[in-house]
């Protein structure tokens, strides 16, 4: 029997709309030379590949990974009604198997990422000669063509390896006269996975060495300090523990050189040296999100007509409230109870790292269809941009109080509502879709400048200089005591509050605040020791990231989800009783490669050594 390989699974699966989504044609090579093997021709293709970045997968194969990153992650929850979608709430229950729909999806999306990087590569090939006397920004088009590509090519490899583990095929060529490459993650005796981390640094490296430091025009376009920012990560990733079952090395020397070349001379496409935004709250904000300096990796939005999918990676009425916003969305999305409490703090307005935040009463708790937020209790002021709550302005619309309209299915979302991908009332017609409930023309940020920065103190830690690491941190808190949410918004009726900003950084009172905050700077004795400093930095991503599709890459790369995870459960059934019967297993470090990728690749395809027995 003949074998069928992954091209031919994407061509199957997409009947070759991978192409054709964005060039209205048929396959490559069935593509007459004038009509594509020009510059032209591939610049459209570029464009397609792009393109990619932004899908209607919004449920699966979304970059924001709100469902992997947030809700596996503890961040979130599914929200909607329970029976919607049984394969989310399979994965927010850790119910996994690998016959998983969401999971095949995504992993399509990963080598659909992959197969168009390698079809601009083929086609840019085929005119080398002319492309190379082309002159591009820095370097000929050729060769900065053949950077993006092998960019994309990387990013989305690394999709896949976040969450299925680096033993999972590389592919690195297209032809259109061989479309079945055999494609393997194990050696041929079958003995042991082929990790793939090196090529995808390699692809990655390339991307940085040719890419120019800014592009004038075309400011969406990839430029080597982003590349520099994703090979970083890699490396990053790479380095980790996953508890000894993903092939990993320690390249933290390496990474060390790299964060400091990032952070001394990277710059965004405006010519912006990467920076801190000056607040939280402007990353959030369409109009002022997009060049702040803070953007390192960012998928470029914006506005086109009433188009509603393509003005939101994760999909506009998918994350939408039920309602209260005009517009009606489906209620996914849920900030978890577990993730509101973690931005309560002590009397230095620092976190609780003993675990005591879960001891304390929810912030917010139900009394029949109002809810309740004691807005007494000091917190995070950056919880009141990761979360929505209940008496607290949200955005300019409305003060909500209870769940008419806000909240789909309480029982199954919780008291909380998601903030930050949501926009402003004001926002609707130029930056925002007057008829969707999500759409927004603010960026979506894969890798931001405060990642850069926790990044490298990760790294400083692991290479042995604490009290430096503890210094780049508190940059990170240090914005955080910039802004805070006031009682009201412009648009609102003015009010007065008791409520403050404790602000420990500057040393001041922030008044009339939406609730009481506070912030502090860590001290040195946290940064004593090694697992001191381990601590304030796992949990300084948690909720400087908060709702950014970061929390369970992060849990399992470090090695430490299955108690993070199962200590989440016991706290979270204790309020939604989906939970009752979750267990997440300690070597649950990736989810399984899915069931009908190796079934359609007849054996080529090895399952991933945590679930290969299962």
């Known amino acids: 029997m003949k074998k069928i390989f992954l091209y031919v699974i994407l061509l199957s699966v997409f009947g070759m709309t991978s192409c054709s989504d964005f060039l209205t044609i048929d396959p490559v090579g069935s593509v007459t030379e004038s009509t594509l093997l020009t510059k032209d021709g591939v610049n459209m293709v570029i464009t397609g590949m792009y393109a990619r970045l932004n899908n209607t997968n919004y449920f699966e194969g979304t970059l924001s990974n709100y469902v992997y990153g947030d809700v596996m992650g503890g961040s979130a929850n599914k929200g909607s009604a329970f029976s919607d979608q049984p394969a989310f709430t399979s994965l927010e229950t850790y119910s996994i198997l690998s016959d998983n729909s969401y999971l095949n999806t995504k992993w399509v999306s990963c080598y659909d990422g992959v197969f168009r990087a390698n079809v601009v590569i083929y086609m840019a090939d085929q005119i080398k000669d002319e492309l190379s006397a082309s002159p591009g920004q820095t370097k000929d088009f050729y060769t900065e063509t053949i950077a993006q590509a092998r960019f994309m090519r990387a990013f989305w490899h690394f999709e896949a390896i976040k969450l299925f583990g680096a033993a999972v095929p590389y592919v690195d060529s297209y032809d259109p006269k061989n479309v079945n490459p055999l494609i393997s993650n194990m050696d041929e005796s079958k003995s042991n996975y082929i990790f793939i981390w090196d090529k995808v640094e390699a692809d990655l490296q390339y991307a940085y060495d040719n890419l120019p430091d800014v592009w004038t025009t075309d400011r969406g376009r990839i430029n080597k300090w982003a590349a520099a920012g994703l090979l970083a990560k890699v490396m990053l990733y790479h380095s980790s523990p996953y508890n000894g079952k993903n092939g990993t090395v320690n390249k933290w020397s390496e990474i060390k050189t790299l964060l400091e070349t990032i952070i001394a001379n990277g710059k965004d496409n405006s010519g912006k040296k990467f920076q801190l935004a000056k607040t939280y709250e402007e990353l959030w ?51 978890s109870y577990e993730m509101a409490n973690s931005h309560i703090v002590d009397a230095d307005g620092l976190p609780l790292l003993d675990g005591s935040y879960q001891k304390l009463p929810t912030l917010s708790h139900f009394e029949g269809n109002l809810v309740k937020t004691d807005l007494t209790v000091y917190t995070d002021p950056r919880l009141d941009l990761s979360v929505g709550r209940m008496q607290t302005p949200y955005w300019d619309w409305a003060i909500p109080t209870s769940v008419d309209g806000w909240i789909r299915e309480a029982s199954n979302c919780g008291p909380y509502l998601n903030k930050k991908s949501i926009p402003k009332k004001a ?111 796992r949990f300084e991503r948690k909720v400087e990231l908060a709702m950014e599709g970061q929390r369970w890459y992060d849990l399992v790369r470090w090695g430490i989800a299955g108690p993070e995870l199962n200590n989440y459960i016991q706290y979270e059934k204790e309020y939604l009783n989906k939970y009752r019967a979750s267990v997440y297993l300690n070597d649950w470090v990736m989810m399984p490669i899915p069931i009908t990728q190796i079934l359609i690749m007849q054996g080529v395809l090895v399952q991933n050594g945590v679930w290969k027995d299962r």
Not at 467 to 493: C, E, K
Not at 495 to 503: I, P, R
Request: net charge negative.
């Open 285 to 335: 904000v369409a109009g002022k999100s997009d060049w702040t300096g803070e953007s390192v990796l960012d998928i470029q939005m914006a506005i086109s007509g009433t188009q509603t999918n393509t003005n939101t990676i994760m999909g506009s009425a998918h994350i939408g409230l039920s309602g209260a916003l005009g517009s009606g969305g489906w209620g996914f999305y849920c900030p």
């Open 427 to 537: 926002d609707k017609g130029s930056l925002s879709v007057s008829t969707s409930a999500a759409s927004s023309a603010k960026n979506y940020h894969l890798i931001r400048y405060a990642d850069v920065l926790l990044w490298y103190a990760e790294v400083l830690i692991e290479t042995g200089d604490l009290a430096t690491a503890r210094t780049y941190i508190n940059q990170v808190r240090s914005r955080a005591a910039n802004w805070y949410l006031g009682a009201t918004d412009a648009s609102m009726t003015p009010t007065t509050s008791s409520y403050v900003l404790d602000d420990k950084v500057n040393g001041k009172t922030g008044v009339n605040a939406a609730g009481n905050y506070r912030i502090g700077l860590w001290p040195e004795t946290q940064f004593a020791t090694k697992e001191g400093a381990i601590a304030a930095l």
